[in-house]
T-cell receptor, first 116, second 113 residues
Framework: AQKITQTQPGMFVQEKEAVTLDCTYD???????LFWYKQPSSGEMIFLIY??????QNATEGRYSLNFQKARKSANLVISASQLGDSAMYFC?????????????FGTGTRLTVIP | ETGVTQTPRHLVMGMTNKKSLKCEQH?????MYWYKQSAKKPLELMFV???????ENNSVPSRFSPECPNSSHLFLHLHTLQPEDSALYLC????????????FGQGTRLTVV
């Protein structure tokens, strides 16, 4: 079974500061992908960053980086130099190559608020 | 502009109405998905289509009926819905159904009255 856990319902960060959003996962698959999505109030889910289970380097995309700790089954998102436009819901998701191939399993999300 | 477009953005319908949600992707992807997002719940997968063939129906009630005429278009036909079906319905596409990322549309906010 696949499971994604996001334990922070809400987070606040000062503008220009860095923030870490937590995500832990559980899967029996050996090969899987981990994803982070941003959902602003408009509703669209915006893909941010991807980490493959066999990738040795942590993924980075601009101000986003994924702190992947495979042994701990965690895939935390780090946003550097926060901007007001970063205020949104953030979802961690996972897709397994075998058991969850057809599905992206999502966590319950973290609402990030950037304070000016 | 997003590569996945959903219409309408908002829909209010009565329990006896029939309506359809439309999704179109311009990304050349082969897999398309319908997700339901209810308040305070994780996104729930409803249907998956891969190369126009339905590969997953996640125990969705028959009042929701998907249609995928080609790899670029996906519909969700709605009939005799219940108030608890009110939610944000998100369409997504991905290159394939393996470990690739999915790209989402902006969703249709459905209210059943």
């Amino acid at each position: 079974a696949q499971k994604i856990t996001q334990t922070q319902p809400g987070m606040f960060v000062q503008e220009k500061e860095a923030v870490t959003l937590d995500c832990t996962y559980d899967t029996s698959d050996q090969s899987y992908g981990l994803f982070w999505y941003k959902q602003p109030s408009s509703g669209e889910m915006i893909f941010l960053i991807y980490q493959g289970s066999y990738d040795e380097q942590n993924a980075t995309e601009g101000r986003y980086s994924l702190n992947f700790q495979k042994a701990r089954k965690s895939a935390n998102l780090v946003i550097s130099a926060s901007q007001l436009g970063d205020s949104a819901m953030y979802f961690c998701a996972m897709r397994g190559a075998q058991t969850g191939a057809n599905n992206l399993f999502f966590g319950t999300g973290t609402r990030l608020t950037v304070i000016p | 502009e997003t590569g996945v477009t959903q219409t309408p953005r908002h829909l209010v319908m009565g329990m006896t109405n029939k309506k359809s949600l439309k999704c179109e992707q311009h990304l050349g992807h082969n897999a398309m998905y319908w997700y339901k997002q209810s308040a305070k719940k994780p996104l729930e997968l409803m249907f998956v289509y891969n190369f126009k063939e339905q590969t997953e129906n996640n125990s969705v009630p028959s009042r929701f009926s998907p249609e995928c005429p080609n790899s670029s278009h996906l519909f969700l036909h709605l009939h005799t819905l219940q108030p608890e079906d009110s939610a944000l319905y998100l369409c997504a596409s991905s290159l394939n159904v393996k470990v690739s990322e999915a790209f989402f549309g902006q969703g249709t906010r459905l209210t059943v009255v």
